[in-house]
């Protein structure tokens, strides 16, 4: 099914809202910890140090797996993959409702590794690329991250109203009934990728389709050149550009995780107050950041690039951490600093949203763009394995305010690292044309 069709032309917008909810429910199973720690505790009987290790193991080797991950979306039908994870990934939720021994358990983590950043996160970015061309990834990937918001609160509000409405910690089935609601969920969302998303997925760009269309001896020769897509990948300046991109933004986003605890153990707030801000700063903000980043691509400032809008969200988020750092420790100025969490979350999502699309517009060739996905996913998120371990040990060792203090200097590197990778990206596309001129 080619994507010049009317038929995909309409349905495009569904295909985005379908991939950001294979996203939003993907994520949530390995972190359910997130949301429903006691009750793994109180009703698997799991520890603290056995739920540390499931998500060490799941962000470990989740870093060997974007790579594969990547390849494989450049060698089988991006379809097939989604909805084969899907399925295995509810497969899995069905056995976390047995409430399982930890082993069993602890192989269900790295099954999800498998199901969610082997057989997923490069083939929903894949197919995300392949709607639309170069200028309109700047639209596309935004909004794909804003139904990923949608698809997260949808699964979480839903399991957690259930929940609520079963007993609560009072049934001892009601986490069964939990995981059961993902498992469903997830096989709604397959059912809906293998309906709507195109089996054979080919760029909307008629320049691109007609290079695709090649002759026997080209034919040959690409297949020698495909031989070697990795090295292809990893001898390009461009990659590590992208990757450094993804790796400033995450890092200023893992860093602003640590928002609600800031404002609970310096400024005093409450638990419950912690816990409906936290649904605004990360979910809500997350479902706004999308089509907030179509409006703000449409200027003339940005003229269509999402690495603009990459470099000004850096540059802005270091305003507000700036201030953030030279805020008195007064709970008369909380709704203040509350706002300005708000709006720093905003501008890490707007990084965050658009970083990968900062991958599209290096120009790389759509036909190994699912394997320089899976390398720049693997230096981008290669944070997980040293920074909650780092921030753990500040918040340890040093009085608190020192201890956040450290973390929003870390936050800012993050976001000079985002701009100016972001720049680089620029000067080496601009660099780039004044030689084919």
Same mark, same amino acid.
């Given at each position: 099914?080619?994507?010049?069709?009317?038929?995909?032309?309409?349905?495009?917008?569904?295909?985005?809202?379908?991939?950001?909810?294979?996203?939003?429910?993907?994520?949530?199973?390995?972190?359910?910890?997130?949301?429903?720690?006691?009750?793994?505790?109180?009703?698997?009987?799991?520890?603290?140090?056995?739920?540390?290790?499931?998500?060490?193991?799941?962000?470990?080797?989740?870093?060997?797996?974007?790579?594969?991950?990547?390849?494989?979306?450049?060698?089988?039908?991006?379809?097939?993959?989604?909805?084969?994870?899907?399925?295995?990934?509810?497969?899995?939720?069905?056995?976390?409702?047995?409430?399982?021994?930890?082993?069993?358990?602890?192989?269900?983590?790295?099954?999800?590794?498998?199901?969610?950043?082997?057989?997923?996160?490069?083939?929903?970015?894949?197919?995300?690329?392949?709607?639309?061309?170069?200028?309109?990834?700047?639209?596309?990937?935004?909004?794909?991250?804003?139904?990923?918001?949608?698809?997260?609160?949808?699964?979480?509000?839903?399991?957690?109203?259930?929940?609520?409405?079963?007993?609560?910690?009072?049934?001892?089935n009601s986490l069964r009934v939990?995981?059961?609601?993902?498992?469903?969920?997830?096989?709604?969302?397959?059912?809906?990728?293998?309906?709507?998303?195109?089996?054979?997925?080919?760029?909307?760009?008629?320049?691109?389709?007609?290079?695709?269309?090649?002759?026997?001896?080209?034919?040959?020769?690409?297949?020698?050149?495909?031989?070697?897509?990795?090295?292809? $990948? %990893?001898?390009?300046?461009?990659?590590?550009?992208?990757? +450094?991109?993804? !790796? @400033?933004?995450?890092?200023?986003? #893992? =860093?602003?995780?640590?928002?609600?605890?800031?404002?609970?153990?310096?400024?005093?707030?409450?638990?419950?107050?912690?816990?409906?801000?936290?649904?605004?700063?990360?979910q809500v903000m997350k479902i706004?950041?999308?089509?907030?980043?179509?409006?703000?691509?449409?200027?003339?400032?940005?003229?269509?690039?999402?690495?603009?809008?990459?470099?000004?969200?850096?540059?802005?988020?270091?305003?507000?951490?700036?201030?953030?750092?030279?805020?008195?420790?007064?709970?008369?100025?909380?709704? $203040? %600093?509350?706002?300005?969490?708000?709006?720093?979350?905003? +501008?890490?999502? !707007? @990084?965050?949203?658009?970083?990968? #699309? =900062?991958?599209?517009?290096?120009?790389?060739?759509?036909k190994i763009f699912g394997t320089?996905?899976?390398?720049?996913?693997?230096?981008?998120?290669?944070?997980?394995?040293?920074?909650?371990?780092?921030?753990?040990?500040?918040?340890?060792?040093?009085?608190?305010?020192?201890?956040?203090?450290?973390?929003?200097?870390?936050?800012?590197?993050?976001?000079?690292?985002?701009?100016?990778?972001?720049?680089?990206?620029?000067?080496?596309?601009?660099?780039?044309?004044?030689?084919?001129?």
């Amino acid at each position: 099914m080619d994507l010049s069709s009317a038929k995909i032309k309409i349905n495009r917008w569904l295909i985005v809202a379908i991939l950001g909810l294979t996203w939003g429910f993907s994520y949530e199973p390995p972190y359910i910890r997130y949301t429903f720690h006691e009750q793994l505790v109180d009703l698997c009987g799991y520890t603290d140090v056995q739920l540390g290790l499931m998500l060490s193991v799941y962000g470990t080797a989740a870093l060997v797996f974007y790579v594969i991950g990547g390849v494989s979306a450049d060698r089988f039908s991006c379809r097939s993959l989604i909805v084969v994870s899907l399925l295995a990934t509810s497969f899995g939720c069905g056995i976390m409702a047995l409430y399982p021994p930890f082993w069993v358990a602890l192989s269900v983590e790295f099954l999800w590794v498998i199901t969610t950043i082997a057989l997923l996160w490069s083939p929903v970015a894949k197919v995300a690329a392949l709607l639309g061309t170069q200028k309109e990834q700047g639209k596309i990937l935004p909004m794909v991250s804003s139904f990923e918001g949608v698809g997260a609160f949808i699964t979480t509000f839903t399991a957690t109203f259930i929940f609520s409405k079963i007993g609560a910690n009072t049934n001892p089935n009601s986490l069964r009934v939990v995981w059961l609601v993902y498992a469903v969920w997830g096989i709604l969302i397959a059912i809906a990728s293998y309906l709507f998303i195109p089996a054979k997925m080919l760029y909307e760009d008629k320049a691109v389709a007609e290079k695709i269309k090649l002759t026997d001896a080209e034919k040959e020769t690409k297949k020698k050149e495909n031989r070697n897509v990795l090295g292809q $990948v %990893l001898t390009n300046p461009m990659t590590y550009i992208a990757a +450094f991109i993804v !790796l @400033g933004s995450y890092i200023v986003y #893992s =860093c602003l995780t640590y928002t609600q605890s800031f404002l609970c153990d310096i400024y005093g707030m409450d638990m419950t107050t912690a816990s409906y801000f936290s649904i605004i700063r990360n979910q809500v903000m997350k479902i706004v950041a999308g089509p907030l980043s179509v409006v703000l691509m449409s200027t003339a400032i940005l003229k269509s690039s999402p690495t603009r809008l990459c470099i000004v969200s850096g540059f802005l988020s270091v305003a507000g951490l700036i201030a953030t750092l030279f805020m008195p420790a007064n709970p008369v100025v909380l709704p $203040v %600093l509350m706002g300005v969490a708000i709006i720093l979350s905003l +501008f890490a999502l !707007l @990084g965050k949203a658009n970083n990968f #699309s =900062c991958t599209g517009e290096t120009g790389v060739d759509p036909k190994i763009f699912g394997t320089m996905t899976g390398v720049v996913s693997l230096i981008g998120y290669s944070s997980d394995t040293w920074i909650y371990t780092v921030i753990g040990s500040w918040q340890e060792n040093l009085a608190p305010q020192a201890a956040y203090n450290r973390i929003w200097y870390l936050a800012i590197f993050g976001c000079a690292l985002m701009a100016g990778s972001g720049l680089a990206l620029l000067y080496r596309l601009r660099k780039s044309k004044r030689a084919e001129v």
